[in-house]
C-alpha cells in the first residue's frame, strides 16, 4: 500500500509541532505555588556539625531534617531552626513553603565545627541557598 504524499507531510509537520511543543516546556520559569525545598547551609570551613539558622518569610511550613537532628521554635515571622548532624558534613533540610516562588531569607546565627565546638560569634560568609 503506497502512502500518500500529503499524509506523510502532516504526520511530519504534527510530529515537529509536538517536539517544540515539549522543548517549550522546559524553558518556563518557576511556577507558582506549594512545594518543598532544600535549605543548605553554605560554609566557609567545609564540613559542620551544627547550625542555628532563621528564617524569614511569609508561608514557611514545616521543616524536616534530611541528615541528623532539627529542632525548630516558631517566631512571628519565620522559624528558628537548629540542625545537628550525626556526623560532621553539609548542613541540609527540608522546607515546606506556601510558595516556592516567594522564599524566606535565611540567616545563619551560630555554628559549631565537626568538633561539636562553637565556632567565633561571627558568622561572616555562611549563606543559606534554597534549591529543589
Not at 570551613?45 to 508561608?59: D, H, K, M, P, Y
Not at 512571628?76 to 527540608?94: E, I, K, S
Request: glycine share 12%; charged share 20%; net charge negative.
Amino acid at each position: 500500500m503506497r502512502r500518500s504524499p500529503l499524509l506523510r507531510s502532516r504526520v511530519v509537520a504534527a510530529v515537529a509541532v509536538a517536539a517544540l511543543a515539549v522543548g517549550a516546556c522546559g524553558d518556563e520559569g518557576p511556577i507558582s505555588g506549594p512545594g518543598t525545598l532544600t535549605a543548605v547551609v553554605s560554609s566557609p570551613n567545609g564540613s559542620e556539625g551544627a547550625a542555628v539558622v532563621t528564617l524569614i518569610g511569609e508561608g514557611v511550613g514545616a521543616v524536616t531534617a534530611l541528615d541528623g537532628w532539627l529542632f525548630e521554635e516558631r517566631i512571628a515571622d519565620g522559624v528558628r531552626v537548629m540542625v545537628v548532624n550525626d556526623q560532621a558534613g553539609p548542613l541540609r533540610f527540608q522546607v515546606a513553603l506556601a510558595d516556592t516562588t516567594q522564599r524566606p531569607v535565611g540567616t545563619v546565627e551560630e555554628v559549631a565545627g565537626p568538633d561539636d565546638v562553637l565556632r567565633s560569634l561571627a558568622t561572616a560568609g555562611y549563606t543559606v541557598e534554597f534549591i529543589r
